[in-house]
């Protein structure tokens, strides 16, 4: 359900941007400038990656959520 216009006068659909967009393109804007490819930007991601495991920080490879163990419940629980 849209709400009335009368509750946001200062909206107008025709000029109004969305921040969080902004800031995304914005980020698309300057990764598509420091990386030609996208195997520049997977090389780029790979090397951090490699770094932080030198430094001790681990990454998850992939989640999977088929494998999550399912959460036991204690009987004490009501």
Known sequence: ???APE???EYDPETY??????????????I??????????????KAGEEEDKRNGIKHVSYYDPS????IKK???DD
């Open 32 to 45: 598509s400038a420091q990386f030609k490819t996208l195997d520049e930007f997977f090389a780029y991601l």
């Open 17 to 30: 941007t969305d921040p969080i967009l902004e800031e995304c393109y914005r980020i698309k804007a300057e």
């Open 1 to 3: 359900m849209k709400e």
């Open 74 to 76: 204690s009987d004490n």
């Open 7 to 9: 509750k946001h006068p």
């Open 67 to 70: 494998k999550r163990l399912p």
